[in-house]
């Protein structure tokens, strides 16, 4: 079958550094996608891996592993503004659907 | 400005009384999708278009229709609305989809649907 699984919540503070955990199962790979979700908005995107490693985007970073079934959103520098909902995704149903996880909601503290 | 509309925005109603929720996007993507998001159970997709005429079923697709009549155009139907239809929706639009290019979605601002 097809899954994934993330932390529901997780706090951090300004200026530090988090790491936001996603393991999924799939049939079929086909990427997997970064969201971030503030409140009473619409999803934004962020990232999209499909090869293995880490990718870099200014203080967001993401990183996949296709033989472990794991990918984690790193942020750096934490900002107030970072406090969100993020969301890991998959292309699935031959890579016409998008699959999500229930999402992380991350809380930063000043 | 590139975006994607949904309208109306907010609505209630009440059981039974046929509803259509309009999206719209500017950016001439083929792939259009619908879907509802609910406390706990994150984003489920209801239903999904991959160019005019051409549409699927996703995850969630009971009690809704759609149609794909224009490329920029995908409105989600609730012909006999019930109360378990109460959610927020959220429209998204894409160039392409899979592993291709360009397969990020843009997401619609959301409606937030009540039905009594």
């Known amino acids: 079958g097809q899954n994934i699984d993330q932390p529901t919540e997780m706090t951090a503070t300004e200026g530090a550094i988090v790491q936001i955990n996603c393991t999924y199962q799939?049939?079929?790979?086909?990427?997997l996608f970064w969201y971030q979700q503030h409140a009473g908005e619409a999803p934004t995107f962020l990232s999209y891996n499909v090869l293995d490693g880490l990718e870099e985007k200014g203080r967001f970073s993401s990183f996949l592993s296709r033989s472990k079934g794991y990918s984690y959103l790193l942020l750096k520098e934490l900002q107030m503004k970072d406090s969100a909902s993020y969301l890991c995704?998959?292309?699935?149903?031959?890579?016409?659907?998008?699959?999500f996880g229930s999402g992380t909601q991350l809380t930063v503290l000043p | 400005e590139a975006q994607v509309t949904q309208n109306p925005r907010y609505l209630i109603t009440v059981t039974g009384k046929k509803l259509t929720v309009t999206c719209s996007q500017n950016m001439n993507h083929e792939y259009m999708s619908w879907y509802r998001q609910d406390p706990g159970l994150g984003l489920r997709q209801i239903y999904y278009s991959m160019n005019v005429e051409v549409t699927d079923k996703g995850d969630v697709p009971e009690g809704y229709k759609v149609s794909r009549k224009e490329k920029r155009n995908f409105p989600l139907i609730l012909e006999s609305p019930s109360p378990n239809q109460t959610s927020l929706y959220f429209c998204?639009?894409?160039f392409g989809f899979g592993v291709a290019g360009d397969n990020e979605q843009f997401f619609g601002p959301g409606t937030r649907l009540t039905v009594l």
């Open positions: 995704a998959f292309p699935s149903g031959s890579a016409r659907q998008l699959t």
């Open positions: 799939t049939s079929g790979f086909n990427g």
């Open positions: 998204a639009s894409s």
